[in-house]
C-alpha cells in the first residue's frame, strides 16, 4: 500500500511563498522548501496582510511573511482562534490584520513594511506586463461611467502617478555594495549586471553606463549572513580615484569605465583593498602590500587574520582580538576574546557585526563601532538576521536603518559616522582626478543636482529663520559653516564642468 504523504498548504505574499506542512512553516525557493519554523499548530486560519496565523487548541502563531519572524499568542480571552479573525480589516494590501496586532507582534516599522512591500511588488508587476496598465486604465472608465459617486478623478490621479513609476528605473538588486558620491547630495554609484548605476536615495536610476565587468549581482542571494558573501565586489576611495575588486581583478574607474589594473591569480577573498596612507593596498595572508607597476612591495606583516575599513579607519580581525592599525602600522587592541570562530557578517557605514562561537558552539554576535573604536557585544536575543533584511542605502551609503544604529550604539552614533564620512568625502573632491571623473559620469546633470541642493538648503535657512527667529541663530551660524564648506567644494566641481565644456 502507497504511504500517504503529508498534506502541504502553500501560502503567498508578494514574491514570498510559504509552506505548512504537520507543524513546520518552510520558505519556497527556486522548488526547494527551506524550514523556518517547527510549530505545534497546523491549522492555518489566516494568510494575507503579510501575516501567516496557525494555531492548535491552545496557542495561536502568527508569522510574519516579509522577514520569517515568528510570535506566540497563548489563547485567552484577549486573543483565541475564534476572535482573532475579528481583529482584521480591510487595508492597502487587501484583508490584514489591524495595524495594532502588527505593531505589538511585530514592532511599530511593520505597517509600513508591508504597505512599502504591497506597493514595489504592484508596481512591479504593472512594470512587467504593460497590458496590465491597459486593462486597470478600462476598469477605472468602466467604473466612472457605472457609477456616479466613483471617485474618478482621485483614481486617474493615482493612475498617473503609478504610470509615471513604472516608467522610471529602479535598481534591479535589493542591496548592493554602494558608494555615496558627494556630501549633502542624494546620489549614488554602483555596478551591476554590466552598468556603472547612478541613482538617487529611492534607488531611482539617473543614470547608466555599459561597462566591461563581467558581475551580475541580480544572480546572487540578497541577503548578508554566514552562507553569503557580504557584498559581491568591493568600492574605495583612494586619493581621488575609485577603485573596485572583484575576486582576482582590480579595477580604476576612468572616463566612465572600469580599468582593470592588476590581477592578482587564484586570490579569492573578499574585503582585500583598502586606502592605507591615501595609497592603494592590498591585504592578503596576513600581508598588507602595495603593487606599483605589477612590483609588489610589503608594507607590514600582521597575524593572520582579517582587514575592514570604514574611511581612514583600519581594523584586523584577528584569531584572538580586534585590532585598530595606526598609520604608522602599529596595531591598538580594542578587544580580546577567547571565542572560536570568526565570521564577519557586516561591515559598512560605519558598524561591522562579527559572528564569533562560544565554547558550546553557540553564537556570540559582537559589534565594532569603527567610528570611535569601540566594541559592544548584543544579547542573544537581538534578532540581527532581522535587522540585516532592513539595510538600506543611507546618508553613508550602504547602512543599517538610523534607528537601530542608535538602539545599538546610542544616539549620537549616526551622526557621527556621517560626519566622519563627509570629511572623507570632502578630502576626495580636492583631487583634481575625482572631480573630473564626477563630470565625465554626469556631465551637465551634476551641475543641475548641485545647483537644486544649493537653492535648497538657501530655503531652508528662510524657513528656520522665519519660524525661529534668533533663537536657534547659534545652530545656523554652525551649519551655515558646514555648508560654506561643502559649496566651496562643490561650486569647484560646477566650475570644473564649465573649464571642461570650455575645452571642448
Known sequence: MEERQPYKQ????????????????SEFINGNTIL??????????????????????????????????????????????HNILSLVRFGESGLQLKDELLVELFGEDFPQLVRKTYENYITDQYRRYPNLLVETDKLINTLAEDQKQFRYDTYQYLLENLKMKITQKILPCQLLFVQKLLPDVDIYLAV?????????????????????????????????????????????????????????????????????????YGHRQND???????????????????????????????????????????????????????????????????????????????????????????????????????????????????????????????????????????????????RMYTEYLQEQIQYR?????????????LKILLQARFERIDSQFERVQEKFGQIHQRFEEKTHQQADVINVLCKRIISLTQDSSDTQ
Open 36 to 81: 523556518l519554523h517547527n510549530i505545534s499548530g497546523q491549522q492555518v486560519s489566516f494568510a494575507q496582510g503579510g501575516t501567516l496565523i496557525v494555531h492548535d487548541n491552545k496557542i495561536i502563531w502568527v508569522m510574519d511573511m516579509i522577514n520569517g519572524k515568528l510570535r506566540k499568542l497563548v489563547d485567552d480571552k484577549r486573543y483565541n482562534k
Open 10 to 25: 502553500f501560502y503567498q505574499f508578494c514574491n514570498k511563498i510559504f509552506v505548512v506542512q504537520e507543524g513546520l512553516i
Open 192 to 264: 551591476e549586471d554590466g552598468f556603472i548605476h547612478i541613482f538617487n536615495d529611492q534607488k531611482i536610476i539617473l543614470k547608466q553606463v555599459a561597462v566591461n565587468f563581467d558581475l551580475f549581482i541580480g544572480q546572487q542571494s540578497r541577503f548578508f549572513g554566514e552562507s553569503t558573501q557580504t557584498h559581491i565586489y568591493k568600492m574605495i576611495m583612494c586619493s581621488g580615484r575609485l577603485y573596485v575588486h572583484n575576486n582576482e581583478y582590480v579595477y580604476v574607474l576612468h572616463n566612465s569605465q572600469l580599468q582593470l589594473i592588476t590581477r592578482v
Open 272 to 418: 582585500w583593498i583598502f586606502s592605507f596612507n591615501n595609497t592603494l593596498a592590498l591585504f592578503e595572508d596576513g600581508v598588507l602590500y602595495t603593487l606599483e607597476n605589477g612590483v609588489r612591495r610589503d608594507l607590514q606583516r600582521f597575524n593572520s587574520g582579517m582587514m575592514i575599513q570604514f574611511c581612514k579607519n583600519t581594523f584586523l580581525l584577528a584569531e584572538s582580538s580586534i585590532c585598530f592599525i595606526n598609520t604608522d602600522f602599529s596595531t591598538e587592541i580594542i578587544f580580546e576574546h577567547q571565542f572560536r570562530s570568526l565570521t564577519k557578517l557586516f561591515s559598512h557605514g560605519g558598524i561591522a557585526v562579527i559572528q564569533f562561537a562560544d565554547v558550546n558552539w553557540s553564537p556570540v554576535f559582537v559589534v565594532l563601532d569603527m567610528v570611535n573604536k569601540k566594541v559592544k557585544m548584543l544579547n542573544k536575543d537581538f534578532d540581527f538576521q532581522g535587522v540585516l533584511l532592513q539595510v538600506e542605502v543611507g546618508e553613508i551609503g550602504l547602512q543599517l536603518p538610523v534607528k537601530v544604529q542608535k538602539q545599538i550604539l546610542g544616539e549620537e552614533f549616526p551622526g557621527q559616522a556621517a
Open 433 to 445: 582626478e575625482y572631480a573630473q571623473e564626477l563630470i565625465h559620469l554626469l556631465g551637465d546633470d
